[in-house]
């Protein structure tokens, strides 16, 4: 049975494409764009799931919503291709993030984009703001300068979540070439054809 993605433009659900693409599953995508003055998702979605959020898939007579429970519904639909490393210190890092992507590196990020648009907060904001980020940036540079992907030494479900995080630290989060790993990391990323082929699908993305 095809899986239905419903893709909104410029989200997360960018990231839902590229592991389709990776594991070889049939997919459609229906498409939805933002609200040119809110930028919000259009009440369509709603039709699909309650939250009216994307990404959003359907599968059969099952909707799932969340970027991290689709990626891991999806794992388990591949038979656990590009799932957590056999061994137990891979599978801890893997687990952590894929979970952390979303959960810890992507609220600063967001809090950031949305004080930028305050007049009035602006820049003493900013202030605040970017230590914090800066933080994380320094973090996930020290683990992607041990080793080639998030989890060991090959790609799994885990450098998909990061992604989404890390393509909005470079737009408008610091993230530079100060930080060679995790620039090298996202080149890698861009040049697979998997990803390459996603874009093609999802149309514009403007963080890639």
Do not use: C
Request: aromatic share 8%; hydrophobic share 40%; glycine share 8%.
């Amino acid at each position: 049975m095809t899986i239905i993605v419903h893709h909104l433009e410029n989200s997360r659900s960018q990231r839902v494409l590229w592991l389709l693409e990776e594991l070889g599953l049939p997919y459609e995508v229906k498409r939805y764009e933002r609200n040119p003055a809110t930028m919000l998702a259009p009440p369509e979605l709603r039709k699909v799931h309650p939250l009216g959020k994307s990404p959003v898939i359907t599968d059969g007579d099952r909707t799932i919503a969340e970027t991290g429970a689709i990626v891991e519904y999806l794992v388990e639909k591949a038979d656990g291709r590009l799932g957590a490393p056999g061994h137990r210190d891979g599978l801890l890092r893997y687990r952590h993030f894929l979970h952390y992507a979303e959960g810890s590196l992507m609220p600063p990020l967001l809090l950031k984009l949305v004080l930028g648009r305050i007049p009035f907060l602006g820049k003493r904001a900013m202030k605040r703001v970017q230590p914090m980020i800066d933080v994380h940036l320094d973090w996930i540079e020290s683990e992607l300068a041990k080793r080639p992907w998030f989890a060991g030494d090959t790609m799994t479900a885990a450098d998909v979540m990061m992604s989404f995080p890390l393509e909005a630290a470079r737009s408008r989060g610091g993230l530079d070439a100060s930080r060679p790993a995790t620039i090298a990391w996202l080149e890698k990323v861009h040049a697979l054809p998997a990803y390459r082929k996603a874009l093609e699908v999802g149309g514009p993305y403007a963080y890639a």
